[in-house]
């Protein structure tokens, strides 16, 4: 019996000396942290020499990236994998591993090519596309039919059926993400894009720019309105994607702009709403200037540039391991997010469970990036802070977009 003790003893000191902890970072917005820690239990399996911890971040962008200044300016070695919006490998490629010469390690030649630029920083890859985000207009399919109007094409019609239907049904309009934090910054984006107006073009801020101030202010100007003739509730001002998705998943919403996760949720069999949404393009802003608009995002997985040698070999495997075929055929049917992998995306589970990919490719491969910057967050700030006043009646839409130029031109140039 002793022997067997120190027998087990020895065997448990010679396996931890190469087992290895490794920690991320997690999203846990609808069921992705859920999904996640599946994953990352099968790895486990897979793998029994690396633990891995997983670390929820909160819901907000902008707040993750503060937490993410805080944790790499530290320089502490955890957490090892790090996920990243979209927005972030300019400014965090210093404290992140190079990737570049991992390049066929993770298959990136058979990732949707745009996700995989977009981790690329002065040639180098810093971190991997593990999905990407296209906003989308969801849709009460029931309620369009019951009144006879089709899909909306325009913001104009939007805006008169969301009234109508809002007010026979007793319910809200048009949901979207309006508080002051970086899903704000996406949304405007959207609207400016769909309205003809730019805010930055080529590094460049031309918010001001007789080719585009007009439409810029016609863009803010209708955010604004669907707020005032009560199309959107007040409370859209504190949104974000999951207060939005709430109250459309009640039932309480004929319209909602979100991101692609959303679906799952909606047609969750206990959701209230289950079969009666539909999705398409956002609207498009009036003539002249008007066109389809959504903005890009999705996340990244970097690694910690303080890892150890070794935590930074654990963290390549489990990245691997995330962007593999199945991997994100999985995260697809069960979060909703949608996949960077060409075959993924198009795998016959993934399109059961996301019918609409089928349709909206389009949408998803010209979504529109927001300005590629080293200083985006100072940027995105901005941007908030200037439409936000807006839509709390603290400014006009054109004095807060002169401010707007003003202090972006002040960072940038
Ligand atoms: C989604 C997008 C991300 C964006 C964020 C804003 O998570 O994938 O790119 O920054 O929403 O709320």
Redo the contacts with the bound molecule.
Sequence with gaps: MKKVVVLFAILTMVLSAFSITITMTA?A?GRELEVLNEQVEMFMKENPDITVNVLPMPN??TDRHDLYVTYLASGTPDPDVLML???WPAEFSPFLVDLTDDYDYFGLDGFFPGTVASNTVDGSLVAVPWFT?AGILYYRKDLLEKYGYDVPETWDELYTIAKDISQKEGIEGFVW?GAR???LT?DVMEFVHSFGGEIMKDGEVVVDDPEYYDNNVAAITFMDKLIEDGVSPRGVTTY??EEARRIFQNGDAVFMRN?PYAWSLVNAPESPVAGKVGITVLPKGPEPDGRNSATL???NLGINANSSAAEVEASKKLIKFLLSKEQQVYKAVYSGQTPTMIEAYNDPRTIEANPFYADLLDVFLNAEPRPISPIYAEISYEIQVAVHEVLTQQAEPEDALNNLAENLKSIVE
């Design positions: 999203g917005v907000s962008s919006d979209v927005i985000d993400q934090y970086e899903g996406c974000m994607e991101w995002g999705g996340w």
